[in-house]
């Protein structure tokens, strides 16, 4: 196996406030990997830090040589303008960015490719809709086909179950799957134990750093779970500087 | 009087009139896109600020070298560029948001503006700066307002997907493309440039109008955005055209006669208009089936 991510002493945060501590660890290529812990604990900082979108405060992430391009990212509340009068195809088209680029045409195939990750979610006939009109289960399902456009070598999912019906994360646990099936290492940050025990091999429990990772069930042990819960949030206005790592 | 005398026999009659509808052509073709994008970023007062802003760069000109088209110009540009500019930095460097620095820039232009103006010209000349002389396009205006529109469909060419996608999803676009600064820019140097085109025949307060109120009309009648250039960009053809007639038929100052007729196009859309207007809203439909 080789490493598709290495954590060296990572501290990710915001204002030199660490939401992420001192985290060291290493993500296999081609895992399927959970993100669990409290509110507070990181999940998400640790999403964008791996992303790119922040940089570390100290410590290093190890991307095994991965372009930012190669990674597919979906933030947990993405920004997107519902409003803007956009259809469902050109947003799901929107995933081919890096081989398109700016100017590049929309040829035959990627007709064909964008048909197909359509079908895939799920929302054949909803083309010319306007993501205006959709559901938040559809949207997350177009957010969904534009992933599977985007071909990446790495897949970060920020809580993308939440507030979703029991059949649209059935449909997308799918899709992850075979993402997996691919060889693709995909991380998914959740908060549903049950459903992390079943489909997912290994688990990262994070309460700013690393209360324990590896297989899922010995992760997910109650005393685990309990010790995440007692490290969880901590923004303090007048922490010390952190002398750990001096 | 026949539909000939009345729609055609201006335009064949005079060359001032033909030069006029060339004149609105030229400009809708760059303004309704630009407006568009403006109301989708929710940006129609920045809009209208920068226009405003527009006044006291092309009242220098206008004070260094009287009525010239270069010099408006140039001052223009540079006044639009440096209050959009200087907005942008006061909102970021300080508590106060960007709406209100904006307002306070443009009120500050706006005056200075005139004052400029004043000080050196009569009334008129004001009025010229203020409410333009669509009627009285020379042939150097005319190619430089042709050269806007001509500039702003070849940027809009290539800064559309950044463009659209920065407006629908900034992060994904931040996460796949580093192009979205330099589309936020070029966007912003559109809507100058295009102000200062709406500038010389509509004058700084109406310029935005031909920009904003065609593209707010469009958004009653279409949901997608392709058809929403396309629709803003003939509403604002056509409101040229009638309003060039009206001002014709009836005497009427030409610039104001122009918008009138898309204000007037406005008030009719929002009523009637089937995306979302207020009938549409208020019919008793009955609901469908799914």
Known sequence: MTAQLRFRDLALGYERHPAVHHLDGVVEAGDLLAVCGPNGAGKSTLMKGISGALRPLYGSIDRAGLDSRDIAYLPQSAEIDRSFPISVYDMVAMGLWRRAGLFGGIGKADRTRIAEAIAAVGLEGFEARTIGTLSGGQMQRTLFARLLLQDARLILLDEPFTALDAKTVTDLLDLVRRWHGEKRTVLAVLHDFDLVREHFPHTLLLARSAVAWGPTAEVLAPENLLKARRMGEAWDESAEVCEHAA | ?290
């Open chain 2, 1 to 290: 009087m026949t539909l000939y005398d009345l729609l055609v026999a201006p335009f064949a009659e005079f060359e001032f009139m033909r030069r006029a509808l060339v004149g609105v052509f030229a400009l809708s073709l760059g303004a309704g896109p630009v407006g568009v994008f403006l109301m989708l970023r929710r940006m129609s007062l920045t809009g209208d600020a920068m226009a405003h802003a527009i006044l006291p760069g092309a009242a220098i000109g206008f004070l260094v070298s009287g009525l010239d088209l270069f010099a408006m110009t140039i001052g223009g540009l540079a006044a639009g560029v440096l209050v959009a500019v200087g907005a942008g930095v006061v909102a970021r460097a300080t508590e106060i948001k960007e709406d209100a620095s904006m307002a306070a820039f443009y009120l500050v232009s706006l005056a200075s503006g005139v004052m400029i103006v004043s000080m050196k010209g009569s009334n008129v000349d004001l009025l010229h700066v203020l409410f333009g002389t669509v009627l009285g396009l020379d042939d150097p205006t005319l190619i430089l307002v042709a050269g806007i529109g001509t500039v702003s469909l070849v940027t809009l060419a290539f800064i559309w997907r950044p463009l659209v996608l920065e407006c629908v999803d900034p992060s994904f676009l931040a996460s796949v493309s580093k192009s979205g600064g330099v589309s936020h820019i070029g966007f912003l140097a559109l809507v100058v440039l295009n102000l200062v085109g709406g500038f010389h025949a509509l004058g700084t307060l109406l310029s935005v109008g031909l920009m904003m109120l065609p593209a707010a009309m469009a958004r009653f009648w279409v949901r997608d955005l392709t058809r929403l250039v396309v629709v803003a960009t003939g509403i604002a053809f056509v409101s040229g055209v009638a309003g060039l007639l009206i001002s014709y038929h009836a005497g009427a100052p030409s610039g104001p006669a122009i918008i009138l007729v898309a204000g007037a196009g406005y008030a009719v859309s929002v009523i009637f208009g089937p995306a979302g207007g207020v009938l549409s809203r208020q019919l008793p439909r009955r609901h469908l089936e799914a």
